[in-house]
């Protein structure tokens, strides 16, 4: 995968749930399509993020795993600690 795939994936996943649910409130129409297309653009980011943390080497094993089941339990909030923290000293 393209090294930039997370965090451009995760960006998107923002967008799109922020937009979603703004529409959501306000009862426009397609606001499921937007909610729908974050939620895949999350489960490709938790994928690229595993992914990343599989093939460092910077970090212990016990250390990926926290990073995977922090990913696939929490998502978004262990995705943006990975992004804004952790990447630099991961990748």
Do not use: C
């Not at 529409?23 to 993020?49: C, N, R």
């Amino acid at each position: 995968m393209n090294k930039n795939t997370a965090p451009y994936s995760y960006l998107v996943s923002f967008i799109f749930s922020v937009i979603g649910a703004l529409m959501k409130i306000q009862h426009y129409p397609f606001s499921e399509v937007f909610l729908s297309l974050g939620i895949i653009a999350l489960i490709i980011f938790i994928i690229a993020a595993i992914i990343e943390v599989s093939r460092s080497r910077k970090i212990s094993d016990s250390e990926k795993f926290m990073w995977k089941v922090g990913f696939i339990v929490f998502g978004a909030i262990s995705g943006l600690v990975y992004l804004v923290s952790a990447r630099k000293r991961i990748v």
